[in-house]
């Protein structure tokens, strides 16, 4: 397993656009996380699966956003009529979550290398 | 809502000292997770060291180590002998039970040599 994958790696587009963007998470990980970093800040927070179901969204994800994890392994966030204000750095991150109060021994997140969208 | 405060932007450290990085964090929970990542430039972020709120001994990680002060709500980030490498930005995050992290704003670290 080679991580957790994010592609593309770049993408500029137009404003008014749509794209889409796909997250390949840790083969054995349930849970699969978007975040959203703009330059110098930390990442914030947008959605969150447990298998197939989305579980959490963030205020943030207007309705011009939409994610979803159709088999509960691979993931894609899409986000129509692009704006200039969507231009961020989008990270995904996979973990794996059990319905218990303290979680498995892997507490922390595998990040991946995200998406960098510019829109022009 | 929880939040998680990085007060210094930036900070630099001598090649070989030691460097401390402060995060605040806010919450009514009393089980929760603290963590801090490390971003380097145009790279992923990985995990450096975490620290659980119910263990009162501080975690320590070879170079890394934290003083985690849950009644101030306090968590820092000590590197000691600190190498060109570790330069990069630092996150402090809170995460509870099983739900998403919170972020602070980072901090720049960089490393003289």
């Known amino acids: 397993d080679t991580g957790v994958s994010q592609d593309p790696r770049h993408k500029i587009t137009k404003r008014g656009q749509n794209v889409t963007f796909r997250c390949d998470p840790i083969?054995?990980?349930?849970?699969l996380y978007w975040y959203r970093q703009t330059l110098g800040q930390g990442p914030e927070f947008l959605t969150y699966?447990?298998?197939?179901?989305?579980?959490?969204k963030s205020r943030l994800l207007s309705d011009r956003f939409s994610a979803e994890r159709p088999k509960g392994s691979f993931s894609t966030l899409e986000i129509q009529r692009t704006e200039q204000g969507d231009s961020a750095m989008y990270l995904c991150?996979?973990?794996?979550?059990?319905?218990?109060?303290?979680?498995?021994?892997?507490?922390?997140?595998?990040f991946g290398s995200g998406t960098r969208l510019t829109v022009v | 809502a929880q939040t998680v405060t990085q007060s210094q932007p930036e900070m630099s450290v001598q090649e070989a000292e030691t460097v401390t990085l402060s995060c605040t964090y806010d919450t009514s929970e009393s089980d929760y997770y603290l963590f801090w990542y490390k971003q380097p430039p145009s790279r992923q972020m990985i995990l450096v060291i975490r620290q659980e709120a119910y263990k009162q001994q501080n975690a320590t990680e070879n170079r890394f180590s934290v003083n985690f002060q849950k009644a101030a709500k306090s968590f820092s980030l000590k590197i000691s002998d600190s190498q060109l490498g570790d330069a990069a930005m630092y996150f402090c995050?809170?995460?509870?039970?099983?739900?998403?992290?919170?972020f602070g704003k980072g901090i720049t670290l960089s490393v003289r040599p």
């Open positions: 995050a809170y995460r509870s039970g099983n739900s998403k992290l919170t």
């Open positions: 991150a996979s973990s794996l979550g059990t319905g218990a109060l303290f979680p498995s021994p892997n507490y922390g997140y595998t």
């Open positions: 083969s054995e990980h349930n849970r």
């Open positions: 699966f447990q298998n197939e179901a989305q579980l959490e």
